[in-house]
């Protein structure tokens, strides 16, 4: 599983996801509105990624939102120079606010909890905690998929699927790095788990702009090799689909 986003490490191409008959063969998902959304959001822009356009149907329907943000980013660019002189724990959390309210959440209602990005794993318990605080059999809960390569977000995808089971909740996962690293062609993925969300022209136009409020995830910090986007075109390329995909059931 490769991880790595640079030049050289762009991950499984777009134009292979779109080839992908497996892709285009899952169910549409069949939602009805929940009393409340409950978003576990493992870094800034994770939310707006995995699940942009859904949040946008959430909104137009005025169900509740509630962001868990579970770190504060502060760790994306680990070897960057530029990166030092600037405060990444403070600017991508405003970052995520301004794509909310792209989205149309005005007033976004938002629990961080300042884990260390990279070590949410050893704060599970806390992750738990906080969603068995919120717990309701009528809420829908959005978090990362238990596997989709990144450890914060396998951990905040397994602390979902563990109290959402316990409590009955309704949770649905999405996918942000399973895109990069899976293979369209494999079992990779949990296909039979899978359903496909249909965006309308306006809601994927919208997620787009939403997305370039993330500007220290999707431009250059600096000059430097390792002040990169994260986020460069040929990764942008898998978040600006039709259409989102989730995992709902299963176990993690």
């Keep these: 599983m490769e991880l790595t986003v640079s030049r050289?490490?762009?991950?499984?191409?777009?134009?292979?996801?779109?080839?992908?008959?497996?892709?285009?063969?899952?169910?549409?998902?069949?939602?009805?509105?929940p009393r409340r959304a409950i978003v576990l959001a493992p870094h800034p822009d994770d939310e707006v990624l995995g699940a942009g356009g859904l949040?946008?149907?959430?909104?137009?329907?005025?169900?509740?939102?509630?962001?868990?943000?579970?770190?504060?980013?502060?760790?994306?660019?680990?070897?960057?120079?530029a990166a030092r002189t600037r405060n990444l724990g403070e600017l991508r959390p405003q970052e995520s606010l301004t794509a909310l309210r792209r989205l149309g959440c005005r007033a976004p209602v938002v629990t961080r909890l300042n884990l260390p990005d990279g070590r949410v794993a050893d704060h599970e318990e806390r992750v738990c905690e906080e969603l068995v605080d919120r717990a309701h059999e009528d809420d829908l809960w959005l978090a990362p998929w238990w596997s989709d390569g990144h450890p914060d977000h396998d951990a905040?995808?397994?602390?979902?699927a563990t109290v959402a089971r316990q409590f009955g909740v309704r949770s649905l996962s999405y996918l942000v790095w399973a895109w990069h690293?899976?293979?369209?062609?494999?079992?990779?993925?949990?296909?039979?788990?899978?359903?496909?969300?249909?965006?309308?022209?306006?809601?994927?136009?919208?997620?787009?702009?939403?997305?370039?409020?993330?500007?220290?995830?999707?431009?250059?910090?600096?000059p430097q090799p390792g002040d990169a986007p994260v986020l460069p075109p040929e990764v942008l390329s898998r978040f600006w689909r039709s259409f989102e995909v989730f995992v709902q059931g299963g176990r993690a």
């Design 8 to 33: 050289t490490h762009l991950g499984t191409p777009e134009v292979a996801w779109q080839q992908s008959e497996r892709l285009h063969a899952i169910a549409p998902l069949q939602l009805d509105r």
């Design 181 to 222: 690293w899976a293979d369209p062609r494999s079992g990779d993925l949990p296909w039979e788990d899978c359903r496909q969300y249909e965006l309308e022209d306006k809601a994927t136009a919208r997620k787009r702009w939403s997305i370039e409020a993330f500007r220290s995830q999707v431009r250059p910090l600096g």
């Design 156 to 160: 905040c995808g397994r602390s979902a």
């Design 55 to 81: 949040l946008q149907r959430l909104i137009a329907s005025d169900v509740e939102i509630e962001l868990v943000a579970v770190t504060n980013g502060e760790g994306s660019h680990p070897n960057g120079t």
